[in-house]
């Protein structure tokens, strides 16, 4: 049997300064790690709800996104009625044309302005979004200047409760619903009856076409046949992959973050590694004894690596009790590729927790291993005799 | 005494008389600095099963390297050493180690408890590397602790008890394995007189009653008396 664990937790309270001081550094270095891995979740998450398999998005060649993006209503008519393309029950087949611009609104607290994603939808719009669902108010009517906002656009900028007015285009916009949908971009953005839009931007071609495959095997028929078509110059992918590849804007975050957490992680093995080498010192003559008592120099390595590792997830415990209370904190980000603002919520999910808590183990590991091999090495009469 | 002791007195025990560490031509020099420093010189003797032999000397005369020899943890430059008929520095590490724990009891001038733990705890410690299950390392715990005394101070932490009661669950803890060997290196060097006395007491006990036979070093005529055998070195080499 082992050195009793008992002996290492009893010796971190009665050096509980040095513990605390290095469970704290330990603490803020996890917090920063998951902060940044609950962050991305969260965008993970948003990007990961919106889009539909079945759905087609189409653009023009070359174009990542929508907001620089145009089709003509010509190119709008080839498309529409190609073969696998779903058809409602008026027969007519499901395919939208979205005009997509970005406008600036006023924060809410005043401090300045931001982009927001503005969305115009035809009629057949709002059926090849069924996850859109009022939370408020109705959608907005075709031939008015009304518009629906989604639940994170309307936490984050001014004037966006039902019956508020907001100024863009050629002038004032009546609020008149609010939505969402489940967690996703479009929470983010604001939408408008299309041809209301296009008259004000003077953008009378759309910036995307969306259509509604019958099948998974027909959309990815569809993607390859808008692909292939030399004269159309189109763009095509699901709704789906076109989320996945917006996930990426969260990469300069994760790498920023990363880094930081990086240069975070070094100092917390450090201090680990100077707090079990000054344990190891003090108690050289502890150690002996127990190399005397029979005990191996491998428990002599385990016991410490071990006590390493208790401190350091000691303090990985604090680091997360710690951010707990920010779960579900709804945060901003700027999608890269849109230049608008992106609203999603920071997710603290039993990965993101668990992952911490192995991040906080390894810590200790890697800081444990150098003072605890020492001790195990040590000479037990030079340790006597000191 | 009255205590039961049976789990103490072990069959291992060899037969008294027997040789039980035979050294011939034991040598140990240190290098210091540029000079050579000589802790033993040709040390040869025995020491037979069941005696209690008080190791004399002046400071620096290689006392404690000696008796660190017979336990395994120090080496020599040169030389023999048998102890309960193993040749002890053919060991490695992890078989000195071993070895220690079930043949040694190792008891130190400044006592070496691991002051987080309590007394029982302490004495409990070389008994976890052994087969004993929970029940069996309390009893054998108790009956060490009986048998020093201090059985009403098993959960106190060493700070809470005098430098005397310390040395006593020092013994405990050596005897808890229930060694064929105790090896004490100056006990009686920390203590006042009356505590020394007891732990003298107890010394002789163990190898009256329970049949150890101990190996102590010490500075104090008076507490050589209370040996059988008293062997004197001098600049590492054994008088006769
Ligand atoms: N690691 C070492 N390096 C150098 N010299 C050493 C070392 N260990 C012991 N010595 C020397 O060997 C000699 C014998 O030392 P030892 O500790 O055996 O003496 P001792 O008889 O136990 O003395 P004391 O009564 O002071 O404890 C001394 O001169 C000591 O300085
Ligand atoms: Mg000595």
Redesign the interface.
């Known amino acids: 049997?082992?050195?009793?664990i008992?002996?290492n937790l009893?010796?971190l309270r009665?050096r509980w300064g040095a513990t605390l001081m290095t469970a704290l550094g330990v603490a803020l270095t996890v917090a920063v790690a998951s902060f940044i891995l609950a962050l991305l979740s969260g965008l993970h998450r948003a990007f990961q709800a919106s889009g539909n398999p079945l759905n087609v998005l189409v653009m023009r060649k070359g174009l990542s996104d929508e907001v620089s993006s145009s089709i003509s209503r010509g190119k709008f008519g080839a498309i529409k009625f190609l073969p696998g393309i779903a058809v409602n029950a008026q027969g007519q087949p499901l395919a939208s044309g979205s005009l997509v611009v970005v406008v600036s609104l006023r924060r809410r607290g005043g401090d300045g302005r931001a982009n927001v994603t503005l969305r115009g939808l035809g009629l057949q719009g709002l059926a090849l979004r069924p996850g859109a669902r009022l939370v408020a108010g109705h959608w907005p009517q075709a031939g008015r200047r009304q518009i629906a906002v989604g639940v994170a656009a309307a936490r984050q900028f001014q004037k966006t409760q039902l019956g508020g007015q907001l100024h863009f285009g050629k002038g004032d916009w009546r609020v008149v619903g609010e939505f969402q949908d489940h967690g996703s971009a479009f929470e983010s953005e604001i939408w408008a009856p299309r041809d209301e839009m296009a008259a004000d931007f003077g953008r009378p071609d759309f910036s995307s076409v969306l259509l509604r495959a019958v099948s998974p095997a027909a959309a990815s028929a569809l993607v390859r046949d808008i692909e292939s078509d030399r004269r159309l110059k189109l763009h095509a992918l699901t709704e789906t992959a076109y989320y996945a590849q917006q996930t990426s804007s969260g990469a300069p975050i994760a790498f920023i973050g990363g880094v930081i957490a990086f240069i975070m992680a070094i100092g917390a093995c450090f201090a680990a590694m100077n707090t079990m080498y000054a344990a190891v010192a003090y108690r050289a003559?502890?150690i002996a004894?127990?190399?005397?008592?029979?005990?191996?120099?491998p428990s002599i390595l385990l016991s410490f690596v071990l006590e390493s590792v208790v401190l350091t997830l000691f303090g990985g415990v604090l680091g997360i009790a710690a951010l707990l209370p920010w779960n579900g904190l709804t945060t901003g980000t700027l999608n890269s590729t849109t230049f608008s603002e992106m609203v999603f919520q920071l997710r603290f999910t039993p990965h993101v927790l668990a992952d911490a808590l192995i991040f906080a183990l390894v810590l200790g590991l890697i800081g444990g291993l150098a003072p605890a091999w020492h001790a195990s090495r040590e000479n037990?009469?030079t340790a006597?005799r000191g | 005494m009255s205590v039961q002791t049976s789990a103490m007195t072990s069959s291992s025990n060899p037969a008294a008389g027997a040789p039980i560490v035979v050294a011939s031509h034991l040598c140990k020099k240190f290098q210091r600095d540029s000079f050579e420093v000589v802790a033993l010189d040709d040390v040869s003797m025995e020491i037979a099963a069941g005696d209690f032999v008080a190791l004399m000397g002046p400071s620096g005369s290689g006392k404690s390297t000696l008796l660190n020899m017979i336990a395994a943890i120090d080496h020599p430059s040169s030389g023999e050493l048998r102890v309960m008929n193993e040749n002890v520095f053919a060991f490695n590490d992890h078989q000195a180690a071993q070895w220690r724990n079930r043949h040694i009891g190792y008891i130190f001038q400044t006592f070496n408890l691991l002051p987080v733990l309590t007394a029982f705890e302490n004495v409990e410690l070389p008994l976890l590397l052994t087969r004993l299950n929970k029940a069996e390392r309390r009893e054998h715990v108790e009956l060490a602790l009986k048998l020093v005394g201090l059985e009403d101070r098993m959960h106190h932490l060493p700070k809470q008890l005098s430098g005397g009661q310390e040395q006593r669950v020092a013994i405990a803890r050596a005897l808890a394995t229930d060694p064929t060997l105790l090896l004490a290196d100056e006990p009686t060097g920390d203590l006042d007189s009356r505590s020394a006395t007891e732990v003298l007491e107890i010394l002789t006990r163990l190898n009256r009653d329970h049949g150890k036979t101990v190996v102590m070093v010490t500075h104090d005529p008076h507490a050589a008396t209370y040996a059988r055998t008293v062997r004197h070195l001098e600049k590492g080499q054994l008088q006769n």
């Open positions: 049997m082992a050195i009793p008992s002996y009893r010796n009665l003559r502890e004894t127990l190399r005397i008592l029979g005990f191996p120099r037990i009469l006597l």
